[in-house]
């Protein structure tokens, strides 16, 4: 509230200071009317300062008002000190506006420190305190402390951590790709039809040994000779009945035959198989038989050379090798379903291992094959581990929850009771107890202000040093500008919206000035304002960052769309910049990605918003502050712009030669690297004072009768007539509203040079008629001589434009020659000292010229005459 009034006052005091200081430079009151008030002033600057108070303390009871009626200046006896502290205001408008700078920035920066309590926590208390009367108050401290120690307790909310369940997922992708690997090289199972020869037969033939599959081939062929009467010789080598005995002791378990030596089955199936088909038909069972064994040694060596490689493998057993391919399918898929389902269930940390085996056990029992059930617990009990972790913002919601039942901590204070004794430290509670009855006292911290201030004051003296560095000339219009451009960001954060004016901010100040101060207030602005204003840093950085990249660009865009286009760069800057600083603090992970995200949409629908109102605020602050920018000067030199059609059509002549100096004055302003937009645009308009008379030029005459030979005859009319289209000029820019800068070319072009012509005549009736007496000054231009480069290389583009035409068979070298006479003959004459223009670069825009004149009268080839046919 404070803030507000103060800010309201200073308001109305500028305003009852800009309104005197109006009406009293009109009526010429400012410098005083005698010399003993200047001197006077110089004298006693003390009495100056007494005065602005007296003069500020007078209007203050008037609640800054204006009176309805002025005194007279007798009847007034304050005219005088106004004069006096408004011709100092005039002549320190500089210092003036630095020290509004400084409070206005302070004041909106620091607001803060205008409503800071006296009395502190932790201080003592000057006297002793007693309630008013009976209240209940919350004891803030105690309700705290009760919902934190609620919310700390809460149970956390765990949720499936989907990276890694990925991680899982594809281990045990890994390890079964190793087992389609080994069974691949194994070959398919079964590898005969098991009609002909049952499943455990061919389990048992592919791991036997090399005498075992001797002795079943040995068995069959003596089956053969029997069956075709012969007498099958007995086995009577010892080694080789030990070798079948021990076979038959080491068959595999899982073996589902009922006679003691498998083989004896074996060899009955194929010897049935025989008799079925034939003896061709069981050598290529023998055949198959003979390829499966030597693929199932070759996945053996294979899973040992697995087993070698990675220790952990779970194929231990060659179980797995024994499935078939449908109950290998059947596995994988039970496989993945358990695990699915387990994951999804989710595995807490310290969760028990048999617990966990129990588990895993009671979901493959449903899903997989019987014979596959160990390695299925083995695989997935070898990929598993915890998954579930804590969900930051359901946990932090449900403590939120848990801490809001909590009821407030309620004491009742008694009306006469002792609040806080004299001497005694200001504890939380006695802090809130004074709080509620308003015995605090609130004070302005000026100490903080000070500090700020000086702050302020640094960051504006690097911005005026960095003014200085580029030689920019400003007025204090611009300075003004700035200001306000600059207080607006704070202004809206000291108002409580995160969604400050950075991006407008940017894009204003780098169309206006340029990237270079653009870029340093924001800056600036980045680096004071986390001092005393509670933002975020990411809020901050993110806004700042859209500041910027619209302070490097705008200045070298064209057109309004090209603008249009900027603010949604901006505006996808912005809401990047906010979403990545974001995701690296790590708080666009989880449930909360949609807060996140939303807030980076707002973000940057902020920045398109403030680039939008850019935009619309441009055009007026660039007609209010009298400012030229690239697209500003682009419109001023549209040749459908009504002052430049009034020129082509009354002055067709000045018209031809304004486009040629135009194109001359560009060529040189590029090279040389001055502003190329601002010297096309002046050019155009630097002679449309010659519409006044348009026949007083001889470019308009058209070859007809010179109306200064035929009618006038009198060269100082002549010159007068010559001179007025400079001041003619300057009247019709300031009744088309053209900007200063585009101003300045008319009367700067012709500098103080003298209209050589005339003064050569007037010479000559001189010295034929004594009594005449010529006055150069009479045939001379006002000037001023050009103040910048850009109107300089229009003075000298305009000086070269009659000489240049007037060249018909020259060859380059002569132009060159004229040129340099020509510039040379405007550097000593003096035409050029202030416009910042070097001797070297003469020879220079000289040299350009020539090119450019030769682009425009270059040779062509001549044709034959040609003879009308009869």
Known sequence: MKTQQLLQSLTQQLRQLRRWYKVLWRKGKLLGNSTSSKSSRRKNPLAVLKNILLYLSTNSHTGGQRKPKQPSRSANPNSGINAIVFGWIHEQRSSVILVFAVVSLTGVIGHKSYNQPQLKVGTFAPQTVIAPYTASIEDHKETTTQRKAVSQSSIPVLMVDGEINEQISQKLQRLLDDGNEIRAAAGPFPFFDTLALSISSQRYLRPCSHSEWQEMQVALENSRKQKLGFSLPKLKNQESQENFSQSARTMPRYANSTQNNPLTQIVAELEAYRNTT????????????????????QAIAKL?????VSPETVYESTVFLDLSDEDWGKTKTGIHQSLERILTQGISYGLPPNI?????SLQVQMLVPSDAEPLAVKLLLAVLKPNLKQDEEQTKQRAQQAAAGVPAVIIKVRQGEIIVKKGEKIT???????EHYHLIRREVNWLGLLGLAALITSAIGIFVWVERRINCHWRQRDRLLVLLLTVSTPGLLAMGVPYTTWSALGLLLGSFYGPTLSLTVVMLLLLILPFSLEIGKIWLLAGAAGGILSSCVAQRLRSREELALLGVAIALTQGGIYLLL??????AFGSAWYLVLQEAVFFALSGLAWSIVALGLSPYLEKLFDLVTPIRLAELANPNRALLKRLATETPGTFQHTLFVATLAEAAAKQLGCNVELVRAGTLYHDIGKMHDPQGFIENQMGGPNKHETEINDPWKSAAIIKKHVTEGLVMARKHSLPKAIQAFIPEHQGTMAIAYFYHQAQQMAKEDPSLKVDKADFSYDGPIP???????VMLADSCEAALRSLKDASSEQALTMLNNILRARWQDGQLLDSGLTRDEMSKIAQIFVDVWQQFHHKRIAYPKLTASK
């Open 278 to 297: 034939s003896e061709q038909s069981l050598s290529s069972v023998i055949a198959q038989i003979s390829q499966a064994r030597k693929r199932y040694s």
């Open 304 to 308: 040992i050379q697995l087993d070698t």
């Open 356 to 360: 966990l085996h129990d588990a895993v």
């Open 428 to 434: 939380f509670w006695n802090f809130a107890v004074l």
């Open 582 to 587: 974001k995701m690296l603090i790590g708080e």
């Open 787 to 793: 103040q910048s480069r850009e109107t300089g290389i």
